[in-house]
Protein backbone atom coordinates (compact mmCIF):
# COMPACT_ATOMS: atom_id res chain seq x y z
CA UNK A 1 0.00 0.00 0.00
CA UNK A 2 2.87 2.36 0.79
CA UNK A 3 4.20 1.59 -2.53
CA UNK A 4 1.05 3.27 -4.38
CA UNK A 5 0.96 6.16 -2.43
CA UNK A 6 4.76 7.07 -2.68
CA UNK A 7 4.70 7.84 1.37
CA UNK A 8 8.00 8.43 2.95
CA UNK A 9 9.43 5.56 4.24
CA UNK A 10 12.96 5.21 6.22
CA UNK A 11 15.35 2.98 4.46
CA UNK A 12 15.28 0.09 7.20
CA UNK A 13 11.72 -0.21 6.80
CA UNK A 14 12.46 -0.43 3.24
CA UNK A 15 14.46 -3.37 3.52
CA UNK A 16 12.64 -4.98 5.79
CA UNK A 17 10.03 -4.46 3.23
CA UNK A 18 11.77 -5.91 0.27
CA UNK A 19 13.64 -8.82 2.91
CA UNK A 20 10.02 -9.58 3.01
CA UNK A 21 9.02 -9.37 -0.41
CA UNK A 22 12.20 -11.34 -1.46
CA UNK A 23 10.99 -14.29 1.22
CA UNK A 24 7.57 -14.64 -0.27
CA UNK A 25 9.47 -14.75 -3.66
CA UNK A 26 10.67 -18.27 -2.46
CA UNK A 27 7.23 -19.45 -0.59
CA UNK A 28 6.31 -22.89 -2.09
CA UNK A 29 2.36 -21.51 -2.70
CA UNK A 30 2.51 -19.93 -6.41
CA UNK A 31 -0.33 -17.53 -4.61
CA UNK A 32 2.18 -16.15 -2.64
CA UNK A 33 4.55 -15.98 -5.22
CA UNK A 34 2.07 -13.95 -7.21
CA UNK A 35 1.01 -11.68 -4.50
CA UNK A 36 5.24 -11.06 -3.95
CA UNK A 37 5.76 -10.30 -7.25
CA UNK A 38 2.73 -7.60 -7.60
CA UNK A 39 4.08 -5.65 -4.79
CA UNK A 40 7.20 -6.20 -6.30
CA UNK A 41 6.01 -4.42 -9.35
CA UNK A 42 5.12 -1.29 -7.71
CA UNK A 43 7.91 -1.19 -4.74
CA UNK A 44 10.87 -1.34 -6.47
CA UNK A 45 10.06 1.88 -8.68
CA UNK A 46 8.21 3.83 -6.06
CA UNK A 47 11.20 3.02 -3.55
CA UNK A 48 14.41 1.70 -5.24
CA UNK A 49 14.64 3.46 -8.84
CA UNK A 50 16.04 6.66 -7.00
CA UNK A 51 18.89 4.86 -4.94
CA UNK A 52 21.87 4.40 -6.59
CA UNK A 53 23.17 1.91 -8.99
CA UNK A 54 24.51 -0.23 -7.17
CA UNK A 55 21.42 -1.28 -5.43
CA UNK A 56 20.40 -1.94 -8.64
CA UNK A 57 22.73 -4.44 -9.69
CA UNK A 58 22.34 -6.27 -6.55
CA UNK A 59 19.04 -6.97 -6.96
CA UNK A 60 19.01 -7.94 -10.20
CA UNK A 61 21.83 -10.23 -9.66
CA UNK A 62 20.45 -11.62 -6.58
CA UNK A 63 17.91 -12.77 -8.73
CA UNK A 64 20.01 -13.81 -11.82
CA UNK A 65 21.43 -16.08 -9.53
CA UNK A 66 18.15 -18.20 -8.07
CA UNK A 67 17.69 -18.85 -11.36
CA UNK A 68 19.71 -22.05 -10.91
CA UNK A 69 19.27 -21.70 -6.99
CA UNK A 70 18.30 -25.53 -6.32
CA UNK A 71 14.98 -24.82 -4.51
CA UNK A 72 12.73 -25.31 -7.53
CA UNK A 73 10.49 -22.39 -5.54
CA UNK A 74 13.53 -19.94 -5.56
CA UNK A 75 13.42 -20.11 -9.32
CA UNK A 76 10.29 -20.09 -9.71
CA UNK A 77 9.90 -16.60 -8.19
CA UNK A 78 12.87 -15.26 -9.39
CA UNK A 79 12.06 -15.73 -12.83
CA UNK A 80 8.50 -13.81 -12.11
CA UNK A 81 10.30 -11.14 -10.15
CA UNK A 82 12.50 -10.38 -12.88
CA UNK A 83 9.55 -10.08 -15.39
CA UNK A 84 8.20 -7.78 -12.71
CA UNK A 85 11.46 -5.28 -12.32
CA UNK A 86 11.58 -1.97 -14.44
CA UNK A 87 13.33 -0.67 -17.04
CA UNK A 88 16.09 0.50 -15.18
CA UNK A 89 17.04 -2.37 -14.05
CA UNK A 90 16.96 -4.50 -16.74
CA UNK A 91 18.49 -2.12 -19.65
CA UNK A 92 22.40 -1.74 -18.30
CA UNK A 93 22.35 -6.05 -18.07
CA UNK A 94 19.84 -7.10 -20.55
CA UNK A 95 21.68 -9.72 -22.71
CA UNK A 96 22.53 -11.12 -19.77
CA UNK A 97 18.76 -11.46 -18.39
CA UNK A 98 17.22 -12.48 -21.34
CA UNK A 99 19.61 -15.18 -22.16
CA UNK A 100 19.52 -16.72 -18.74
CA UNK A 101 15.66 -16.27 -19.00
CA UNK A 102 16.15 -18.59 -22.04
CA UNK A 103 18.34 -21.03 -20.51
CA UNK A 104 15.52 -21.31 -17.58
CA UNK A 105 12.81 -22.24 -20.12
CA UNK A 106 14.42 -24.97 -21.58
CA UNK A 107 13.91 -28.78 -20.03
CA UNK A 108 16.63 -29.81 -17.47
CA UNK A 109 18.37 -32.69 -18.36
CA UNK A 110 17.88 -34.47 -15.42
CA UNK A 111 14.29 -35.97 -14.99
CA UNK A 112 14.53 -35.09 -11.39
CA UNK A 113 15.45 -31.61 -11.98
CA UNK A 114 12.55 -30.99 -13.97
CA UNK A 115 9.96 -28.72 -12.98
CA UNK A 116 7.36 -27.58 -15.35
CA UNK A 117 6.19 -24.55 -13.35
CA UNK A 118 9.93 -23.08 -13.02
CA UNK A 119 9.86 -22.89 -17.05
CA UNK A 120 6.25 -21.87 -17.07
CA UNK A 121 7.71 -19.13 -15.09
CA UNK A 122 10.86 -18.32 -16.81
CA UNK A 123 8.91 -17.66 -19.82
CA UNK A 124 6.37 -14.95 -18.62
CA UNK A 125 9.71 -13.37 -16.77
CA UNK A 126 11.26 -13.34 -19.93
CA UNK A 127 7.61 -12.02 -22.15
CA UNK A 128 7.92 -9.23 -19.49
CA UNK A 129 11.41 -8.38 -19.73
CA UNK A 130 11.16 -8.52 -24.22
CA UNK A 131 7.77 -6.08 -23.40
CA UNK A 132 9.43 -3.95 -20.86
CA UNK A 133 12.92 -3.52 -22.98
CA UNK A 134 10.64 -2.79 -25.88
CA UNK A 135 8.88 0.40 -25.00
CA UNK A 136 11.58 2.54 -26.18
CA UNK A 137 9.06 5.71 -26.39
CA UNK A 138 9.16 5.86 -22.22
CA UNK A 139 13.11 5.43 -22.55
CA UNK A 140 14.30 7.40 -25.47
CA UNK A 141 17.64 9.21 -24.09
CA UNK A 142 18.85 5.26 -22.95
CA UNK A 143 19.67 3.61 -26.03
CA UNK A 144 20.95 3.71 -29.99
CA UNK A 145 20.19 2.57 -32.60
CA UNK A 146 22.83 -0.43 -32.77
CA UNK A 147 21.32 -1.12 -28.97
CA UNK A 148 17.93 -1.27 -30.36
CA UNK A 149 18.93 -3.25 -33.44
CA UNK A 150 21.01 -5.96 -31.02
CA UNK A 151 18.10 -6.46 -28.73
CA UNK A 152 15.31 -7.30 -31.86
CA UNK A 153 18.31 -9.49 -32.99
CA UNK A 154 18.57 -11.49 -29.54
CA UNK A 155 14.44 -11.57 -29.25
CA UNK A 156 14.28 -13.06 -33.18
CA UNK A 157 16.92 -15.28 -32.64
CA UNK A 158 17.06 -16.75 -29.38
CA UNK A 159 14.20 -15.47 -27.25
CA UNK A 160 11.87 -16.78 -30.15
CA UNK A 161 13.72 -19.59 -30.31
CA UNK A 162 13.48 -20.41 -26.34
CA UNK A 163 9.75 -19.82 -26.94
CA UNK A 164 9.04 -22.00 -29.37
CA UNK A 165 10.70 -24.84 -27.94
CA UNK A 166 9.08 -24.49 -25.47
CA UNK A 167 5.79 -25.03 -26.82
CA UNK A 168 7.03 -28.91 -27.64
CA UNK A 169 7.87 -28.98 -23.89
CA UNK A 170 5.62 -32.19 -21.85
CA UNK A 171 6.84 -33.78 -18.89
CA UNK A 172 5.36 -36.00 -16.82
CA UNK A 173 5.59 -36.03 -12.84
CA UNK A 174 3.72 -37.76 -10.34
CA UNK A 175 0.25 -35.51 -11.90
CA UNK A 176 1.19 -37.09 -15.01
CA UNK A 177 1.38 -35.12 -18.26
CA UNK A 178 2.03 -31.40 -16.83
CA UNK A 179 2.95 -29.90 -20.13
CA UNK A 180 4.51 -26.11 -19.23
Same mark, same amino acid.
Given at each position: ????????????????????? /??? !????????? /?????A !? =????P???????G??????? #?K?????T???? #? %??? &?????? &?????????????????K??????T?? =????????A????????? %????????????????????? !???????????M??????????S??????? &??
Amino acid at each position: MYSLSCLFVPEKTKRTLLDTL /NEN !LRHPNSQIQ /NAAVLA !L =KYFVPAYLVKGDGKNLDNIT #SKYLEQLTDPNV #S %SRR &GSALAI &GALPYEFLAKRWRVIQLKLCNSCATED =KPEDRYAEARVNAAKGLI %SVCETLTQVSEHPDTHSKEDD !LSLFLLIKNEVMMSLFKALDDYSVDNRGDV &GS
